[in-house]
């Protein structure tokens, strides 16, 4: 199925992963790259709206952290964040510079000029009825004049264009980070961004993607057969679930206890998989193993790599054995250990 | 080769795993994962890899998980390291010691539920501290090793606060432990946020 997708391009910020979690909260579709990504990749991926993350740079320094161009001419709407918004504008004609002093913390911003962006999202209103937000503010620079067809829709009191927007190319962009929790309103403008403005539905929610996740599994295994290392942990038991609902016996796990894992876990993966859901898992209890080679070490690195490395021999030498021929022929070999 | 019939290997890999940052280019803002899922295996096996969840946020493979009718236990559970205890057991890994840590650990984990504490705890478990400590059980004298607790809150697992228990409850769990442990006559609580110190004590 064929999700409407907002594209995502990073600029380096260390809260750029949050934008893309908040998007997909609104149950749309959305993925990261860097910035300088090909323009054909851009067009390929069919956008139903962009968002430039914040970065580390300045515009004026880093000539080449910029926006493919075709991102302003793809006729899709634009969300600019932080280095986005400082890129957006420089790009478009306006003008950036540094601020003097780094902004870093909460800011009050009053919402300006009745944008669609901001329109009846605000934390308090002033006595003039001006909408208030508290947001989160971590920047050097800033924008200090428009770009053509721009109008400024948030302010505040160091940073007077906090906000700009051309709402006929419905390209938007702020100086604050809506993405982390401290933007209070945060969740409400990025569900005004996908929705309203790029016109994005909700396609994009666990139980539907089960049916979209088995269909792909098929598509790609085949009547192959497929081995999955179980730990216990959500990850590698969500796969199994998963495996097993779209290829049944196809798939055998092998679980191996290295004599490290948390109380009766080993019990609760044989129940929860084994017995519960009849899926094929090979238990190896291969805890001497582990231990004899863990005897006399103590520095962590050398521990981590020999636990890594001996999980690797036996996985290997279950997945060799006979038994597993067996398995692959339709046997059930629930807990043998 | 090992394995005639299967073609695929398949494992756990997360969106977090996969996405190319900017910073990643200029070796800035890239932090180094050490990643637990099976690496070299693939090659070794000479299998395909396959993996499922590499579209996904964590929190939407909980989501999927649940859609998958696996349980709210299992699948809201901690986190827990690849190497598991072996770098909660500081220093030498031993069996003695793992049987040790896997009680007590029990022991915090079942009082955090009851107490409805685990699940605004981000991540909690004990650690196996090889040291001994003197103390007083009975009659007797005792020089037993000492466990520390740790549970923290975190939106991210980049920076953690210590979780503020109550002390009735962090009294309940050590009670508990030194009673029910033997081997172990001395818990403590690690009251240390990330940064300076990480989450995992190894």
């Known amino acids: ?337 | 080769m090992p394995s005639p019939n299967a073609k695929w290997l398949a494992q756990g890999t997360i969106y977090p795993d996969v996405i190319e940052s900017a910073g990643a280019k200029t070796g800035k803002a890239h932090a180094i994962k050490s990643h637990h899922n099976v690496g070299g295996l693939p090659d070794t096996l000479k299998l395909k890899l396959l993996e499922p969840l590499r579209e996904l946020f964590k929190d939407e493979v909980r989501e999927l998980g649940i859609a998958l009718g696996l349980p709210h236990d299992m699948v809201y559970r901690h986190p827990f390291p690849g190497p598991g205890l072996g770098v909660r057991i500081l220093g030498e890994v031993k069996k003695e010691f793992a049987d040790l840590l896997r009680r007590a650990d029990a022991i915090f984990i079942d009082e955090l539920r009851a107490a409805g504490w685990y699940e605004k705890t981000s991540q909690a478990f004990a650690v196996f501290l090889p040291v001994k400590s003197v103390g007083v059980m009975g009659d007797g004298r005792t020089y037993e090793y000492v466990v520390a607790l740790r549970a923290v809150e975190t939106q991210d697992f980049m920076t953690a606060h210590w979780a503020e228990l109550p002390h009735s409850l962090l009294g309940k769990v050590s009670n508990r432990i030194i009673n029910e442990v033997r081997g172990i006559n001395r818990v403590v609580y690690d009251i240390s946020g990330k940064p300076p110190a990480t989450i995992e004590w190894e």
């Open chain 1, 1 to 337: 199925m064929a999700h409407q997708k907002i594209l995502i391009l990073d600029f380096g910020s260390q809260v750029s992963q949050l934008i893309a979690r908040r998007v997909r909260e609104q149950q749309v579709y959305c993925e990261m790259h860097p910035f300088d990504v090909s323009e054909q990749f851009i067009r390929d991926f069919k956008p139903q709206g962009i968002i430039l993350s914040g970065g580390p740079n300045s515009v004026y320094e880093a000539q080449d952290w910029k926006a493919p161009q075709v991102v302003f001419e793809l006729g899709v709407p634009v969300l600019g964040i932080c280095y986005g918004m400082q890129t957006m504008a420089q790009q478009l004609g306006g003008k950036v510079e540094s601020s003097g002093k780094r902004e870093f913390g909460y800011a009050e911003i009053r919402a300006r000029g009745h944008s669609e962006l901001f329109k009846g999202i605000q934390d308090r209103s002033n006595a003039e009825g001006h909408g208030l937000l508290d947001v989160w503010m971590s920047h050097g620079d800033k924008v200090t004049e428009l770009p053509a067809g721009f109008k400024v829709i948030a302010s505040s009191e160091s940073c007077p264009i906090a906000g700009m927007a051309d709402e006929v190319r419905k390209f938007y962009a702020v100086q604050f980070h809506p993405e982390v929790t401290h933007t209070i309103k945060g969740k409400e403008m990025f569900a005004r961004f996908v929705h309203e403005i790029c016109g994005c539905g909700h396609d994009w929610n666990m139980p539907d993607y089960v049916n979209e996740a088995i269909e792909k599994v098929r598509a790609q295994v085949g009547k192959e057969e497929v081995i999955l290392g179980l730990s216990g942990g959500v990850d590698s038991s969500v796969v199994a679930a998963l495996l097993h609902r779209a290829i049944g016996d196809q798939l055998t796990c092998v679980f191996v206890d290295n004599g490290l894992l948390r109380l009766n876990e080993g019990e609760q993966v044989m129940q929860t998989f084994a017995r519960s859901l009849g899926v094929k898992v090979i238990h190896v209890d291969a805890t001497e193993q582990f231990m004899g080679h863990l005897k006399d070490v103590s520095d962590p690195e050398q521990k981590r790599k020999i636990i890594g490395r001996e999980f690797v021999e036996v996985f290997q030498a279950e997945s060799a054995k006979p038994e597993r021929q067996m398995a692959g022929a339709g046997h059930h070999l629930p807990g043998c250990d």
